[in-house]
């Protein structure tokens, strides 16, 4: 089983290397860019025989890969199949 | 009996010599240096998380140091009372443990920022603070990529009504400017403490401002006040 996790700053944090990459993208020929949001994105992979993953993954995804003071985190199962 | 100041070390500190350096510099004073690994912190007075950047500051600063063995005493120590200070990447690992409100994030210029700074002591009667005058200008040297101070507005208007704001960066005029704050920080906030005192963190670096030969001895005035403290909290207790 593979878990996704998408960390991004919360809309009140600066995000001063979205601002800089927005900044490029418009110089680059794309003015109609408005805003740039950089994060994290982790892809964990899980034993799928244990239980109870992914509140544990949840669990986890508040204390150690995101801080909940700056950051929003997305968590995704996917199963292999 | 010598007070006992505990220099946490974790893999990637690298101001935990400038601490002890600095601490041993005081008369009646023994630092020592202790591994992250360790699970006590019984028999040291007061605490510092050096600067540096602990497990290279992998996924966010300070974010997996929270975790070391010794974080679990630091958590206890402090409910108890102890003074802890953490300066630079020990002020994140204070924030990212919750020791402190708010967080530090990639400074809003996005480079890393190597220089002295002015910042201005807003509360003098703090453990940390109570050897100088409030509005004292500190000269102390900063050096760090993620140092901007951020709070949600709650946080950051508790953090003004329970004056637990002790250090902003100020400019020659000892104002708070926008032209003064090196790394955006909110309200050009240097160093805060918690609501019972005892736990202070700061980006600046006292460690590194302890003798005028290298630019600066105003970091002694904020050891020498953990010093007193230390020394009024062992009279009590005797």
């Not at chain 2, 220099?7 to 690298?14: K, L």
């Not at chain 2, 400038?18 to 992250?36: E, I, K």
């Not at chain 2, 802890?84 to 990639?106: D, M, S």
Request: proline share 5%; aromatic share 6%.
């Amino acid at each position: 089983m593979k878990a996704k996790v998408i960390v991004t700053p919360k809309a009140a944090v600066l995000d001063p290397q979205g601002a800089a990459v927005r900044d490029a993208m418009q110089h680059l020929g794309m003015p109609e860019v408005q805003s740039v949001r950089i994060g994290k994105y982790l892809e964990i992979e899980v034993d799928e025989n244990s239980g109870g993953v992914e509140e544990r993954l949840h669990s986890l995804c508040r204390d150690l890969l995101s801080n909940p003071v700056i950051e929003d985190y997305r968590l995704e199962m996917v199963n292999h199949a | 009996m010598p007070q006992r100041f505990a220099v946490v070390q974790f893999p990637g500190s690298n101001c935990d010599q400038d601490c002890v350096a600095a601490l041993n510099s005081f008369a009646g004073v023994t630092a020592d240096y202790v591994w992250h690994q360790e699970k006590s912190l019984a028999g040291y007075d007061a605490i510092i998380l050096p600067g540096g950047f602990s497990y290279g500051d992998y996924l966010r600063c300070g974010a997996i140091a929270r975790f070391s063995p010794i974080m679990a005493a630091v958590i206890n120590d402090a409910a108890a009372g102890k003074l802890v200070l953490g300066t630079c990447n020990g002020f994140q690992i204070l924030c990212e443990a919750g020791l402190l409100p708010g967080a530090l994030v990639r400074n809003r210029s996005q480079h890393f920022v190597c220089e002295i700074v002015r910042t201005r002591l807003e509360v003098a009667d703090s453990p940390f603070t109570h050897g100088c005058g409030e509005g004292t200008i500190l000269r102390l040297p900063i050096a760090h990529g993620e140092g901007c101070f951020f709070a949600d507005e709650i946080t950051l208007r508790q953090l003004n009504e329970n004056r637990q704001v002790i250090l902003r960066y100020v400019d020659e005029n000892g104002e708070p400017t926008p032209a003064a704050n090196p790394n955006g920080s909110l309200e050009n906030i240097a160093g805060i403490c918690n609501r019972e005192r005892n736990v202070f963190g700061l980006m600046p670096h006292p460690d590194r401002a302890c003798d005028e030969r290298l630019g600066s001895g105003d970091g002694r005035r904020i050891f020498e006040s953990m010093i007193q403290t230390v020394a009024a909290q062992r009279a009590a207790a005797a």
